[in-house]
């Protein structure tokens, strides 16, 4: 079993940044994999970014450039760093736990405007 918690969200306004973080606990903690989530209004959900255990990550074609995904194992703890925020970017984030099966987290939520 493993619960995850995120927080960091915000209204923000365009071209701003925010950092999201994702604290993961439970008993089911391994060396396993962590992402980000996010779904827009209307919209199904999609993967932002992948982090494995050793840091290697994988980001949507949205988020490269922009956005930064690490990890604190010792602290059991990832990160979202959002930078040149979009109105397109607002959105309810997720943390995902992929462990033997996937957990999520709540959701934060961050909105983008003027």
């Known amino acids: 079993q493993v619960q995850l918690v995120e927080s960091g969200g915000g209204l923000v306004q365009p071209g701003g940044s925010l950092r999201l973080s994702c604290v993961a606990s439970?008993?089911?903690?391994?060396?396993?994999?962590m992402a980000w989530f996010r779904q827009r209004p209307g919209k199904e959900r999609v993967m932002v970014a992948t982090?494995?255990?050793?840091?290697?990550?994988i980001y949507s074609d949205f988020a490269k450039g922009r956005f930064t995904c690490t990890r604190d194992n010792a602290k059991n703890t990832m990160y979202l760093q959002m930078n040149d925020l979009k109105r397109e970017d607002t959105a309810v984030y997720y943390c995902?736990?992929?462990?033997?099966?996937?957990?999520w987290g709540q959701g934060t939520q961050v909105t983008v405007s003027s």
């Open positions: 995902q736990y992929i462990g033997s099966r996937g957990y």
């Open positions: 982090i494995t255990f050793g840091g290697n990550t």
């Open positions: 439970g008993p089911g903690l391994g060396a396993h994999s």
